[in-house]
């Protein structure tokens, strides 16, 4: 069981550029240099009768401190078998609700790809709004579960996006992984979701 469990949902992983360049980045060079922290679940692979072992997944998560949710956007939201997957391993009386506190006190990260650029991503572009305002669901699962939501990592334009820039975006994602939970500027990140401004961040009062 690890610590770091990023859980992949690509419907057709095979024709993928974004999501499979990312998971190879974790790949290990040699077994020897496997990164115990880290377990990749592959959800479609896993499960492609959509038949979830909620209590292995449940395991995992149980283990895990931080999660990772690994998917391409698909129709503003997250493809299908992973809403089934919160459907049913987030249970009532396990993830949230009476007992339900299995997940409190972790870290949720969600690492997505868009098809749309950024500049689509605005009031004036096709997609009419800023990326982040299609995130609430994701954000108000985190808080509703006691997870700490962390600023997501996104490449926007995915199809478009040099072969150059899409290894950036891999080796980003492999280290902050390596570097977590000491990210810059995470120990501000509230469990709300609010950020606190340090004392030391504002001018003295007169
Ligand atoms: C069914 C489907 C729905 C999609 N919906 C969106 C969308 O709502 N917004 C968007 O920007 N891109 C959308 N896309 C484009 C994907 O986000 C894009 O192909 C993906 O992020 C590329 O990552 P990949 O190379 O790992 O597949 C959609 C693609 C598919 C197949």
């Keep these: 069981m690890a610590e770091i469990l ?23 060079s040699a077994p020897s240099t496997a990164d115990p922290r880290t ?6 692979a896993l499960y492609p009768d959509y038949f979830i072992d909620i209590a292995a997944e449940q ?3 149980a283990a895990a401190r931080l999660v990772v949710w690994l998917h391409p956007v698909h ?3 997250m493809p299908p078998l992973l809403k089934l997957w919160l459907d049913e391993v987030l249970a009532f009386g396990w993830a949230y609700g009476p007992g339900g506190t299995a997940l409190r006190g972790k870290d949720l990260w969600l ?6 650029d950024e500049a689509s991503y605005h009031p004036g572009g096709h997609n009419r709004h800023s990326f982040s305002a299609f995130l609430p669901p994701y954000e108000q ?33 492999r280290q902050r992984l390596h570097d977590w939970p000491r ?3 995470l120990a501000m990140v509230r469990a709300d979701g609010r950020f606190d401004v340090p004392a030391d961040a504002r001018p003295a009062p007169d």
């Design 6 to 28: 990023v859980i992949a949902a690509h419907p057709t992983l095979e024709h993928s550029r974004v999501c499979r360049a990312l998971l190879a980045a974790l790949q290990p």
């Design 39 to 44: 377990e990749v679940r592959d959800l479609y």
């Design 59 to 61: 395991r995992a998560l």
């Design 75 to 77: 129709w503003y939201s």
């Design 111 to 116: 690492v997505a790809s868009t098809g749309g």
């Design 141 to 173: 699962t985190a808080r509703l579960t006691g997870m700490r939501w962390l600023p997501p990592l996104v490449l926007h334009g995915a199809h478009r996006v040099s072969e150059a820039a899409l290894d950036v975006h891999a080796q980003t994602f």
């Design 183 to 185: 990210w810059p500027g």
